[in-house]
């Protein structure tokens, strides 16, 4: 069984045991949203997600449906949900490890840093009265496309004073 698989086993589990517990009917589009949510590695966005499922999966599925399932998989706590400067970004967490993102001001792109030496001391801040459920820690500021078109508009600007 690959790891996807396996994470998928698990999630569709508990999602079962959520929806039973609160009444919600099991549909075949909801548990379609969690399988490639558990095939999407790191973190993604509505409109990404909806271009995978759409392009990649080749499932036809309405962005209300899908705005309500994410909804649903953060109720059950399967994904959870980095809110950002522009547009809400989700993950996979059924096994969360420490997290460090790259957030642009200026155009919401959001980049996962490899820094395990960030995730090491992450992961060992124990706190006897504080659990941490979402190891996540964000830098902000401008990503290279942003700077260069920020400097460009500051020289073109420069030279309309002149
Ligand atoms: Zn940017």
């Known amino acids: 069984m690959s790891e996807c698989t396996d994470i998928y086993t698990i ?10 517990g609160k009444n919600i009917r099991k549909t075949p589009e909801r548990f379609e949203i969690l399988r ?4 999407t590695p790191g973190i993604f966005s509505i409109d990404e997600l909806h271009e995978i499922m759409e392009q990649k999966a080749k499932f036809q599925v309405s962005r209300v449906t899908l705005f309500n399932t994410m909804k ?8 959870i949900k980095h809110t950002l400067a522009r547009a809400a970004h989700y993950e996979c967490c059924i096994n969360p490890h420490p997290l460090v993102c790259m957030v642009c001001q200026k155009c ?4 996962k840093l490899e820094s395990s030496k960030i995730e090491n001391w992450l ?16 830098f ?15 020289r073109s600007r420069v030279k309309s004073e002149k």
């Open 140 to 154: 902000h500021g401008l990503c290279r496309s942003c700077m260069v078109k920020s400097s460009i508009k500051k």
């Open 36 to 39: 490639i949510v558990c095939q």
């Open 72 to 79: 649903l998989l953060e109720d059950a706590k399967l994904i």
């Open 11 to 20: 999630a569709a589990q508990r999602l079962t045991e959520y929806m039973k």
């Open 123 to 138: 992961s060992e801040q124990k706190c006897k009265q504080f659990i941490i459920t979402q190891p996540v820690l964000y």
């Open 108 to 111: 919401g792109m959001v980049r």
